[in-house]
């Protein structure tokens, strides 16, 4: 059974460029979430997307975006960095969104600096 | 909105020492709490999910109970390796995303 992988593992930008992060679930999952980890704090929900679909958000700009592809892979991407937008960024997947019984787990990060 | 606060924010132990970290919680519908162990720069990795008060878990040397209000985390005869941030966090009502702690910093010294 593979786990959750997540590319690249780190990236440096440039204040107002644009980044995309990647996602593989793991096998037999059809739900990623992805967070948002400053130092020292624990991880924030970005959104979550199930069967190809946003499945819900959390309170970030619309400038932080995603997509799942049919393989349930998934990407997030942010325009107009920010400074404060350097984190370690986090997808777990899951097997549904609705099942009462859901455990999420997560992959190892990418760590985005912005400069 | 559901809110978790962790304590103590670090703690350090020497080997063998056991102790007990704290998760209080508000959720409305409680639909699972879970414990994460996070080393660093890397991402979370699963522990525990608890579903209702009294329910308990155990897995080496950790335990974790759960009441209406709270859940610990009882670490016993401690290893270095056992060093590490653990993270809790909550999954209420119809909701579809986890709500963390900021996590308890734990330091085993041999």
């Known amino acids: 059974e593979t786990g959750v992988t997540q590319s690249p593992t780190h990236l440096i930008k440039t204040r107002g460029q644009q980044v995309t992060l990647r996602c593989s679930s793991q096998?037999?999952?059809?739900?990623v979430s992805w967070y948002q980890q400053a130092l020292g704090q624990g991880p924030q929900f970005i959104f979550q997307?199930?069967?190809?679909?946003?499945?819900g958000r959390g309170n970030f700009p619309p400038r932080f975006s995603g997509l799942q592809f049919p393989n349930y892979s998934s990407e997030l991407n942010v325009n107009a960095l920010e400074l404060d937008d350097s984190a370690l960024y986090l997808c777990?997947?899951?097997?549904?969104?609705?099942?009462?019984?859901?455990?999420?787990?997560f992959g190892p990060g990418t760590r985005l600096l912005v400069l | 909105e559901d809110q978790v606060t962790q304590s103590p924010e670090a703690l350090r132990l020497q080997e063998g020492e056991s102790s007990s970290l704290n998760c209080s919680y508000t959720v409305s519908g409680l639909r699972g709490l879970f414990w994460y162990r996070q080393d660093p720069g890397k991402g979370p990795e699963f522990l525990f999910t608890?579903?209702?008060a009294g329910e308990e878990k155990e897995k080496e040397r950790l335990k974790a109970t759960l009441t209406k209000k709270e859940s610990f985390l009882h670490i016993t005869a401690p290893k270095p390796e056992d060093s590490a941030t653990y993270l809790c966090?909550?999954?209420?009502?119809?909701?579809?995303?986890?709500?963390f702690g900021k996590g308890t910093l734990l330091t085993v010294n041999p």
């Open positions: 096998s037999g999952h059809n739900t």
């Open positions: 777990a997947s899951s097997l549904s969104p609705r099942g009462y019984q859901e455990t999420q787990y």
């Open positions: 966090a909550v999954r209420g009502g119809s909701n579809y995303k986890l709500t």
């Open positions: 608890l579903y209702s």
């Open positions: 997307y199930y069967r190809e679909e946003e499945n």
